[in-house]
């Protein structure tokens, strides 16, 4: 376990809340930091920047809320770092006019409903790239009978050796977006020493910058998988108009999923 403060800024003018705890990785730091402070809302969409200096920025695109996570140096007196200011951390996140952003993409999304479960899980990857240029993705499903996620669609150079593989539920960045049901995008996970690099150094594959959605069925809540793409075309980070193209897509995916497990005899029971 790794000890981390979590800086939450509050309202403009009143001085930041510090908070401590004892974590395996920023993440779960974060999640308990807000969730202590009944903030836990704000872990549901966020954008998140790893520093040089390691620490991880993290602004949320539906509040623009911005938090600090960083690990507590021993050797300092108090193991506290130095202070900061608000406005040095996170991201200036833009509101998105949603009507706007997505109305091609409300279109799009329709010609799923007519294909087979393998066509419309392509179908829904390949629509994701299109909209969010990046050199690679992937989306991993659950059978929802393990913790496991099988990588079932995947694009880009490594796609062949990729489709098959499984993660844990909660393990690497996509498995902690099926896990928690949060919208996560990290701007370099190489200089975040806490990134699961067991896949991609496997595969001789650099992974920068990553943005995943859950794959959840806001009708029964059940988890079908999980949404990934890898390393943006033409930026080093995803921005509040791609996850707001990635939950789009994310959600219908799900009503999808839902429509097809509700149709055959599957029983969460058996």
């Excluded at 979590?6 to 974590?23: P, Q, Y």
């Excluded at 520093?51 to 539906?62: L, N, P, R």
Aim: aromatic letters at 8%; a negative charge.
């Amino acid at each position: 376990m790794t000890k981390f403060e979590v800086l939450v800024f509050m309202a403009e003018g009143t001085k930041e809340v510090v908070v401590r705890e004892d974590a395996p990785n920023w993440f779960v730091a974060l999640e308990s930091a807000l969730s202590g402070l009944g903030l836990a809302d704000c872990m549901a969409n966020i954008l998140c920047d790893v520093k040089e200096d390691g620490a991880i920025h993290v602004s949320d695109t539906m509040s623009s809320r911005r938090f600090l996570v960083r690990e507590i140096d021993p050797s300092k007196e108090g193991g506290i770092t130095p202070p900061v200011s608000s406005q040095s951390v996170g991201r200036e996140v833009k509101v998105v006019k949603k009507e706007e952003l997505l109305a091609d993409l409300f279109t799009d999304v329709m010609d799923a409903w007519d294909l087979s479960e393998k066509e419309a899980t392509e179908f829904f990857l390949d629509l994701a790239l299109k909209y969010i240029p990046s050199e690679s993705g992937s989306i991993a499903k659950t059978d929802l009978s393990s913790n496991d996620l099988e990588f079932i669609a995947c694009r880009g150079p490594k796609s062949n050796e990729v489709c098959g593989l499984k993660i844990k539920m909660g393990q690497g960045l996509s498995g902690f977006s099926a896990k928690h049901s949060c919208y996560i995008a990290v701007s370099d996970v190489q200089k975040d020493p806490r990134f699961f690099r067991e896949i991609s150094d496997k595969l001789g594959y650099e992974t920068n910058s990553i943005a995943c959605a859950p794959v959840k069925s806001s009708e029964t809540s059940i988890t079908f998988g999980v949404i990934q793409l890898i390393n943006k075309t033409n930026s080093y980070q995803f921005n509040e108009d791609d996850m707001e193209y990635l939950r789009f897509i994310s959600e219908k995916m799900a009503e999808y999923f839902n429509m097809m497990w509700l149709s055959t005899d599957n029983n969460l029971e058996d």
